[in-house]
């Protein structure tokens, strides 16, 4: 499965049982109704607050009850690895379960492929706050993610964030991507281009003040980068507020 092609929509399953694998990791959120599910030797149930996480390559059956419906996401394992620490079925906290919901009124308009894949990252930085204390993450890359959070407005190299997780450039870059499916630069590109996002949807500032708080002194640079991202220009939003 490539990048390109993580999804997220609405589904219904059948009452009969069905059983098979994918390589690709899926998320299983309530809307309403039941969904039993079995994933290798767990057996649980997708009900109210509770989520399925089906880990790549995993065995899983599964059967519906009436009226079922769920928001599900299917998800590259190189986009989000540390899914397969998480166990198979997580309580979802008040903020997830409001962000379901929300996800479910979007999914019944027409969504472009670009905001889809935008809510879709959004779901995975939530899940990844709320399970942040079961996922083993090596403490010097959990440094080095967290100084991106905190300074992607501004220009990092690779080996000044070698230097603040005590690791060498080399050895970042291999334990970064193991750790978290990408290497340190397309990180802080993401992570960029997710703020970017809220920014031009919220409509407060210009593209160029937008371009700036995200840390792209040129104009030109944003608006290629931001297109290249997500498929659309930062322009549109401003097309679509008029």
Same mark, same amino acid.
């Given at each position: 499965?490539?990048?390109?092609?993580?999804?997220?929509?609405?589904? +219904?399953?059948? !009452?009969?049982?069905?059983?098979?694998?994918?390589?690709?990791?899926?998320?299983?959120? &309530?809307? +309403?109704?039941?969904?039993?599910?079995?994933?290798?030797?767990?057996?649980?149930?997708?009900?109210?607050?509770?989520?399925?996480?089906?880990? #790549?390559?995993?065995?899983?059956?599964?059967?519906? +009850?009436?009226?079922?419906?769920?928001?599900?996401?299917?998800?590259?394992?190189?986009? #989000?690895?540390?899914?397969?620490?998480?166990?198979?079925?997580?309580?979802?906290?008040?903020?997830?379960?409001?962000?379901?919901?929300?996800?479910?009124?979007?999914?019944?308009?027409?969504?472009? !492929?670009?905001?889809?894949?935008?809510?879709?990252?959004?779901?995975?930085?939530?899940?990844?706050?709320?399970?942040?204390?079961?996922?083993?993450?090596?403490?010097?890359?959990?440094?080095?993610?967290?100084?991106?959070?905190?300074?992607?407005?501004? #220009?990092?190299?690779?080996?000044?964030?070698?230097?603040?997780?005590?690791?060498? &450039?080399?050895?970042?870059?291999?334990?970064?991507?193991?750790?978290?499916?990408?290497?340190?630069?397309?990180?802080?590109?993401?992570?960029?281009?997710?703020? #970017?996002?809220?920014?031009?949807?919220?409509?407060?500032?210009?593209?160029?003040?937008?371009?700036?708080?995200?840390?792209?002194?040129?104009? !030109?640079?944003? +608006?290629?980068?931001?297109?290249?991202?997500?498929?659309? &220009? &930062?322009?549109?939003?401003?097309?679509?507020?008029?």
């Amino acid at each position: 499965m490539q990048l390109s092609n993580l999804t997220l929509d609405l589904r +219904s399953y059948s !009452a009969e049982t069905d059983n098979h694998l994918h390589d690709y990791h899926q998320l299983v959120l &309530p809307v +309403s109704g039941q969904l039993d599910i079995s994933v290798g030797n767990q057996s649980g149930r997708v009900d109210s607050d509770q989520a399925a996480i089906i880990s #790549a390559g995993k065995d899983h059956g599964f059967s519906g +009850s009436e009226g079922n419906c769920f928001v599900v996401a299917d998800i590259p394992d190189q986009l #989000a690895p540390e899914f397969e620490q998480l166990p198979a079925f997580i309580h979802l906290s008040p903020a997830l379960n409001q962000y379901v919901r929300f996800l479910h009124q979007q999914l019944q308009q027409y969504n472009s !492929a670009s905001t889809q894949r935008q809510m879709l990252l959004l779901l995975i930085q939530l899940l990844q706050e709320q399970c942040g204390h079961q996922l083993r993450l090596d403490r010097r890359i959990a440094v080095a993610r967290n100084y991106l959070d905190q300074h992607f407005n501004t #220009a990092i190299r690779q080996r000044q964030l070698a230097a603040v997780a005590s690791l060498s &450039p080399r050895q970042l870059g291999e334990l970064f991507r193991k750790q978290l499916g990408m290497t340190p630069q397309q990180y802080l590109i993401e992570k960029r281009m997710q703020q #970017a996002w809220q920014l031009l949807e919220q409509g407060h500032l210009s593209i160029q003040q937008v371009a700036d708080a995200v840390g792209y002194s040129s104009l !030109a640079a944003f +608006s290629d980068r931001f297109r290249r991202h997500f498929d659309i &220009p &930062p322009s549109y939003f401003r097309r679509v507020g008029k």
